[in-house]
């Protein structure tokens, strides 16, 4: 059982740099691929990135490539979401997530919400134009 806690959200400018952190529970974090989503409101859940267990793999949405990047530290049983270049289309409330397969899967996968054993509550994103 892994639990998930997002933090690092909040209210910047178009352009700017926010840096969302996801502490997990547990001592299998580093078992778990993680990913990234984003929900904005009347929007489905949107895949923005996911992270192998070793951190040496990574996916990205075309949306968020280049401008985000995503990396764990599984000695702090944490994972990161670095966002710069920020816009407007970017708001969203952003969530993690954690899955416990024992092997790595194609993108599509990971890019699927359904493929995930346990989210966080999600933290709020908001970018001013």
């Known amino acids: 059982q892994v639990q998930l806690v997002e933090s690092g959200g909040g209210l910047v400018q178009a352009g700017g740099s926010l840096r969302l952190s996801c502490g997990a529970s547990?001592?299998?974090?580093?078992?778990?691929?993680m990913g990234w989503f984003r929900q904005a409101p009347g929007n489905e859940r949107e895949f923005v990135a996911a992270i192998s267990w070793s951190g040496g793999i990574t996916y990205y949405a075309d949306s968020v490539k280049g401008r985000f990047t995503i990396s764990r530290d599984n000695a702090k049983n944490t994972v990161y979401l670095q966002m710069n270049s920020l816009k407007p289309e970017d708001t969203a409330v952003y969530y993690c997530?954690?899955?416990?397969?024992?092997?790595?899967?194609?993108?599509?996968?990971?890019?699927?919400?359904?493929?995930?054993?346990?989210w966080g509550q999600g933290t709020q994103v908001t970018v001013s134009s």
């Open positions: 997530a954690g899955d416990s397969s024992s092997r790595w899967r194609p993108y599509n996968y990971y890019s699927s919400h359904t493929s995930y054993n346990y």
């Open positions: 547990g001592r299998t974090f580093s078992m778990y691929a």
